[in-house]
């Protein structure tokens, strides 16, 4: 499995450029572009265990880093308010007066367009306040002028519905607007050698008149929801793969409770809740078929990819790994290919928080190569 490795944080002797991290996280995005061979100059991240991340790492993965900024970008979107403003940052990240940073990276926060939030309905209508941090992203690309950019979401951005198709049509209209040609597709992290199937949107771009960034073709390839994703010549990185050789202790936590934890042990490796239905034959049914969502004591295959990890996660709600637990911190590295040696701050739930909305850093890592490409 490729991954990042603190000895290939970035290519010997290459410079690409400075970059401004905005929705900086755990620093996923970061590490990948970091890694392609940009050099994070400032962070933006409201979560202060997110935040104490970054600055944990700083010295091994984030070395020009000269601050993390502590803010809610939310008064940047509206415009309202004595939030911080574009000028705070770029001063926080070193640039003077006129200078513009290379790239902008950062992925905004997704509550609005989740997949898994469609079934409320002020979702669906598009009234979630928190669609405007889009607005954020846009307006600091609009002030900052940096050369190229990288904006990352959830690929249900894209849905045609009431909530998804207005918020990404105003998105590229703003993009466009601030000066930018661009490129968009969903990407899914399996087809790029991440042990996770992952797909998620990504927009990338360059000040008008200057090259376009290419998305990066897949270099892996499998099965997706029970269907071919990936056209590239190897096949997808399996979770058996990725969690070879680790040594890991127990946690506290990874004990599976809940009314229906007793029931994870019989469901075969790969299978969910759907194991206990009529229509698949067990004696006892539990569940009526299709009457929970997919994760629901979805337990991991050694021989696949794992299925998308989530942030926040119910108590019987997967990926489980197949010895019937709660994946353990270091699993969870390996399967977003964070370093080993990447450390986490905080408690145990906000740690799945911090990975669980990460961007996994060899995706970001194959996309940002692209956006290197064409500086």
Not at 299 to 306: A, F, I, Q, V
Not at 332 to 349: A, I, N, Q, W
Not at 359 to 370: G, W
């Amino acid at each position: 499995m490729r991954a990042l490795a603190r000895e290939a944080r970035q290519t010997e002797g290459m410079d690409v450029g400075s970059a401004i991290s905005l929705f900086t996280g755990a620093g996923g995005l970061d590490l990948g572009t970091e890694a392609a061979g940009f050099r994070t100059a400032v962070a933006v991240e409201w979560d202060h265990d997110a935040a104490d991340t970054a600055e944990k790492n700083a010295g091994v993965y984030f070395p020009w880093l000269r601050e993390v900024l502590r803010a809610d970008l939310y008064p940047l979107a509206t415009g309202r308010g004595d939030g911080i403003t574009t000028a705070d940052i770029l001063r926080a990240g070193g640039f003077s007066a006129g200078e513009a940073p290379d790239l902008l990276v950062g992925g905004p926060p997704c509550t609005a367009f989740s997949k898994s939030g469609f079934w409320l309905e002020w979702k669906r209508d598009g009234v979630d306040p928190a669609a405007s941090l889009l607005q954020a992203y846009t307006t600091l690309l609009a002030q900052a002028r940096p050369r190229f950019f990288i904006l990352e979401n959830v690929y249900a951005l894209t849905f045609d519905n009431k909530a998804s198709r207005p918020a990404f049509e105003r998105l590229q209209a703003e993009i466009s607007a601030a000066g930018y040609s661009f490129r968009w597709s969903v990407l899914n992290a399996a087809d790029y050698g991440v042990p996770q199937a992952r797909p998620r949107l990504f927009m990338v771009g360059s000040r008008r008149g200057e090259p376009v960034p290419e998305l990066p073709e897949a270099t892996h390839h499998g099965h997706w929801e029970r269907r071919k994703t990936g056209c590239g010549p190897l096949p997808h990185v399996t979770t058996g793969e990725a969690l070879d050789g680790l040594v890991t202790d127990p946690e506290p936590e990874e004990i599976v409770r809940g009314r229906w934890g007793h029931l994870l042990p019989e469901i075969p490796p790969g299978d969910n809740y759907l194991y206990y239905t009529a229509e698949r034959g067990h004696p006892e049914p539990a569940f009526e078929w299709r009457s929970r969502y997919w994760s629901f004591l979805l337990k991991l295959d050694p021989n696949r990819p794992s299925p998308t990890i989530q942030a926040q996660p119910g108590p019987n709600v997967g990926p489980f790994h197949w010895d019937n637990r709660r994946l353990r911190v270091a699993e969870l590295r390996r399967l977003f290919t964070f370093p080993d040696d990447y450390d986490f701050v905080g408690k145990r739930s906000s740690v799945q928080s911090q990975i669980g909305n990460s961007v996994p850093p060899l995706l970001a890592q194959v996309v940002a190569e692209r956006i290197a490409a064409a500086a």
